[in-house]
Structures are given as C-alpha cells and as structure tokens.
C-alpha cells in the first residue's frame, strides 16, 4: 500500500488537494494511505491557527488517514526557512518515518510550491520518490520562477491545478513534462460549500448586495509603497461610487494594517456610500456565497477569477497597468496572474465594459491568450522555457500594438533579441547613466501627474 504525504499550509490549498482526492485523482482509497501534513508558515506560527483549528476542517479531515504537523516535527526551526543538508536527508527520512509510523511504505509527496520550503524540504528528504505538485492559483499558467534542481523536477509526475482559464495550458513545470491534470471545479465548490457551512455567521448585514473589494497588501511584497496601496482602494471606492454602487464591503489582506479600513470608511462616507470591512479572516469564497456581491473589485488576485469562474458574478480590475509598470525584476511570478487580469477581465474604470463582460470561451481564450502568456513566459525565463523563442519572435512581431506593449519591457526585449527591442544603433541607450536618470525623472513626474 503506498502512503501519500499531503502537504497543505493554507486553507485553500488543503481545498484544493481535497477536492483531488475526492475526485478520485489519488486512485482508490483502499489502495492507499493518506497522510495529511499541516505547515503554519505565517511570520509567528505560534500566534495563528493552524489548519486543523479553522472552520471547516472536520469536513476534510475524515478524507485522511492521519493529520501531522510539520511544525511539531521540525521545531525549533521556522517551516518557511528550514531544508535539510543533503548529507543528512537519510537520518532526517529515518526520523520522519519514525515518528508518523510510515515503516518501509512506498511514499508519494502531494506538495505546494516546489521551489519553497516545506515542499523542498520533503524533497530533499524522500529524494528518490515520486511527487504531485498542486496549484491553486493563476500563477500555474506561468513559467517556473527559477531553475529546479532536475533531481527534483523529473520526479514531478502530475501538476493538478483548478482550470482558472479554460482553454489556456500551464507552463509550470512542464519543462520537467510534468502531466497537467485538472481539479474538477464541483469537487472545490462542494468543498467550499463545507467551509462555508461551518464558518461563524458574518456578522456585517447589507440592504442590498454590495460591491466586494479585495485587498492584496502589495507592499508587503515591495510592489508598491503603503500610501500608494492605500490611494489605491481608495481608487476602487470612488470607482463603486461613480457606477452607481453605495454599499461596499472591503475584505482587507490579514496582515494589512487596520488604519486602511478607517481610511476607506471615510472615502466611502466622503462619495456618499456606506462602507464596511470585513475582517473576519475568512476564504473571500465565504463571502462570494454569502453576500452574493453585485460586484467584485480587486488588483490581479486569483480569487478574481474564482469570482467569475466558479459563482458566475460581476468583476473588475483596477490598478493591473500601473503594477506591470513596477514589477520587478521582469521575471517577478506575480506577472502572469496579473497580465491574464489585466488582459481577460473589464477595468474598474470603464462602466459599459463592466457591465456587458462575461467570462470568455474556452476558444476565445485559448486564441487570445495562449500567444501572449507563452510569449510573457518565455521572456520571463528564456533559458527555461528555450523552445518558445520561435513562438515568442511571432507573436511579437504581429501583436506588439499600444495594448499590448505594457505586457513587456523593451529593455527585456532588447536583451533577448526579440521583436520590439531598442535598434542596434541604439543599443547603447538603456546603458547610458545620464539617459537612465533622465527616464527615472520622467517617471516620476508622470506618476505624480497621474496620483
């Protein structure tokens, strides 16, 4: 009997991997023994829930054999931040199997993001078995982040991930040909079903379905400052206001700082409307079938799509142009998720466009978008994904318009030696210090001209 190690460090995550395993991705259930391994990788682990005490967990947990926790295992040392010596992978093995009671079994490693611990860790330990790579997000469409030590990457059987963007292929991992498999998406809606069943009543009431606006706390990840985040919601607010929206209800990221909700209470009450935040830390899936939203707001976060794809409601983007502008450096992996937002979903700004959007067709997308995401990708990671020059030289050469250019840099152009890229006799100007601190003003005045 082999013994599959699940390893889940958030809830939606543990969703996904479940709806897996219900949907019979895993094979038969007397065939194998399920382990479940729980990683709190928050900043203090110690001060946050894990998985196993938050709502909705007792409707997942009779799909498991065993529940472990990573934590408990490897304490003192942080989740996040602890792989084991490759020397000493056999005696941390040895101690693992111990400690779970895993005997000799087979092992198969089921596991999030591979290039990050816990997922490398578990790697590294069970270095000769097979492993499934799971991917909840829109980051799946783009290319791996960094090179993966082949090692690991051709153990990678399968990357199952929930099909987000019908018609559109994952990039990840498949340099490795790593098998794409989807998540069927009543299997997650029956399970977020569950959560959402055994979640706290919301405590906020409306007179009427309001506008949901999801917060991100990108400055958290450097991509913008905290004033020009909060300028930002402030943004969508007045963007609800000017379609006609007066109830508002801001989900803000858990880690964001309250002052944000205060702020934005204001901006609503200053337009007239009536916001109120939600700081439950609760799945925004929750409140997508609770407050049945008459629309929602957000930057480039999955669940933008979840919106839309799984509960059929009204969405919108803001702010997509100006994060293509400040991601960095150009392979930064949050550029995928937000080039599709940006590409597939109705800007915040544009009433008529928000109001006759609809989801796009499996054929639409996969004509739009396979182009621009492959050729994104390859200019990502050229020495990766090599085979999509050709791909990346055509698509540029016949698509490159005023749309299309936030997508790219002309300076990751130039260096690549695509289509778009600065003219040879040029070539000296993205080097030039004086030219560079020239553009790096004309920047910055645009910017102020724009806030």
């Not at 799909?63 to 942080?78: E, K, L, T």
């Not at 991917?135 to 987000?164: C, E, F, H, W």
């Not at 040909?177 to 069927?184: H, N």
């Not at 209470?265 to 925004?284: C, D, H």
Request: charged share 20%; net charge positive.
């Amino acid at each position: 009997m082999t013994t599959q190690l699940f390893v889940a460090s958030t809830q939606y995550a543990l969703a996904t991997a479940t709806a897996a395993v219900r949907a019979g991705l895993f094979g038969p259930r007397d065939q194998h023994r399920r382990i479940l391994v729980i990683s709190n990788t928050t900043t203090t682990p110690e001060l946050s829930p894990s998985l196993d005490q938050m709502p909705g967990f007792e409707s997942m947990r009779p799909d498991y054999d065993a529940v472990h926790s990573w934590n408990d295992f490897i304490r003192p040392f942080h989740p996040s931040g602890w792989t084991p010596r490759d020397q000493d992978a056999q005696l941390w093995e040895r101690a693992l199997r111990q400690e779970w009671n895993l005997g000799d079994a087979d092992i198969e490693v089921v596991c999030e993001s591979l290039q990050v611990p816990p997922a490398a860790a578990l790697a590294t330990i069970f270095s000769d078995r097979p492993m499934h790579v799971y991917a909840d997000g829109l980051m799946s469409y783009g290319p791996t982040r960094n090179k993966i030590d082949p090692m690991i990457g051709s153990r990678v059987r399968r990357l199952l991930y929930l099909d987000l963007v019908p018609g559109l292929t994952p990039m990840l991992l498949s340099e490795f040909g790593a098998q794409p498999e989807v998540v069927p998406g009543d299997a997650m809606a029956e399970i977020l079903r569950e959560i959402e069943a055994a979640v706290a009543p919301t405590k906020a009431t409306f007179p009427e379905p309001p506008v949901l606006i999801l917060g991100q706390y990108l400055s958290a990840l450097e991509i913008l400052t905290a004033e020009e985040e909060a300028e930002m919601h402030a943004r969508m607010v007045r963007g609800a206001v000017a379609l006609g929206h007066r109830h508002i209800a801001f989900k803000p990221h858990p880690s964001a700082p309250a002052s944000w909700g205060h702020t934005l209470e204001r901006e609503a009450k200053a337009a007239g409307a009536e916001l109120t935040v939600l700081a439950e830390p609760v799945l925004a899936e929750v409140l997508y079938q609770r407050l049945k939203p008459a629309l929602v707001v957000g930057c480039f976060s999955t669940a933008l799509m979840t919106a839309s794809r799984m509960y059929g409601l009204p969405v919108a983007r803001y702010g997509t142009k100006a994060l293509l502008e400040r991601i960095t450096p150009y392979q930064n992996s949050n550029r995928i998720p937000v080039t599709l937002v940006d590409a597939m979903l109705p800007s915040l700004e544009d009433a008529a466009a928000v109001k006759s959007w609809t989801f796009p067709s499996e054929a639409r997308t996969r004509k739009e978008l396979t182009g621009l995401v492959n050729t994104v990708g390859f200019a990502m990671q050229s020495k990766i994904y090599p085979e999509l020059r050709p791909v990346a030289e055509r698509w540029l050469a016949g698509n490159l318009s005023a749309r299309t250019w936030r997508y790219f840099k002309r300076r990751r152009l130039t260096a690549l030696g695509l289509p778009g890229a600065v003219p040879q006799q040029l070539a000296f100007l993205p080097r030039n210090p004086t030219v560079r601190r020239l553009a790096r003003s004309a920047r910055r005045l645009q910017r102020a001209a724009l806030g």
